[in-house]
C-alpha cells in the first residue's frame, strides 16, 4: 500500500500564512492555517495507506488526529524538504501540503493506484503543484527544482517525464496563499473547518474595518 505524506508548519502566528496578513492579522492567518491543516488530516486519514506520516516543521498540536506517524522535517529548501520526505518511505509514497483544505478521500483516490502510471502530479493554480505520488519514491526527481515560483509545476511535471515516468494528473486545486485564494476555497468547501473558520474571521476583520 502506498504512504501518506503531509509536510506542513506548525501553525503558529507570524510563521505561517504571513501573505494573509493584511487583511487578517497574524494570530487569525496562524487561525485559518490550523483549520486547513485539520481538515487536510482528516481527509488523509479517512484514506487507507500502508502509513499516514505527518512531516512537520514545528510541534504536533490538537489538530492532529490519530494514526499519524510525525517526522521532523529536514533542514534545506523546500526541494530538499521534499525530497527526504519520500527519502523516508520504502515503497509507493504520496505527499500533499497543507494549503489545500479542499481535498477529499474522492480526489486522492485515483492516485492509490499504480497500473496505469508511475507517478501522480496534482497542478495548483498558482502554477505549483499540490500533490506528488512517486511508485519508486527517488528524491533526485526533486532535488534542484526551484520551487515557490510560477513555473515551479512545469519544471517539475517535466523532470518526471524525462525521467520515462507515466504520469497521471490529478485536478488543479488552488492554494491558499492570499486573502482571495482564502475567499475562493472557502467558497468551494462550504462544510470544511476552513470555511467556517474564514466566515468567522472574515467577520471579524469587516467589523473592524466598519
Known sequence: MTTLLVIAKQPLPGRVKTRLTPPFTPVQAASLAEAALADTLAAVSRVPAARHVLVLDG?????????????????????????????????????????????????????????????????????GFWALGLAVPDPALLLGVAMSRPDTGAVQFERLRAAGLRVGVLPVLTDVDTAEDARRVAAEAPGTRFAARHTALAAETAGVGA
Do not use: K, N, Y
Not at 69 to 75: C, D, E, S
Not at 83 to 98: E, N, Q, R, V, Y
Not at 101 to 106: H, K
Open 59 to 127: 510541534a504536533p498540536g490538537p489538530w492532529l488526529p490519530a494514526g499519524f506517524t510525525v517526522l521532523p522535517q529536514a533542514a534545506g529548501g523546500l526541494d530538499e524538504r521534499l525530497a527526504a520526505a519520500f527519502a523516508s518511505c520504502d515503497g509507493p509514497a504520496l505527499l500533499i501540503g497543507m494549503d489545500t483544505p479542499q481535498v477529499t478521500p474522492e480526489l486522492l483516490a485515483p492516485a492509490l493506484s499504480w497500473d496505469r502510471a508511475d507517478a501522480w502530479f496534482g497542478p495548483a493554480a498558482d502554477g
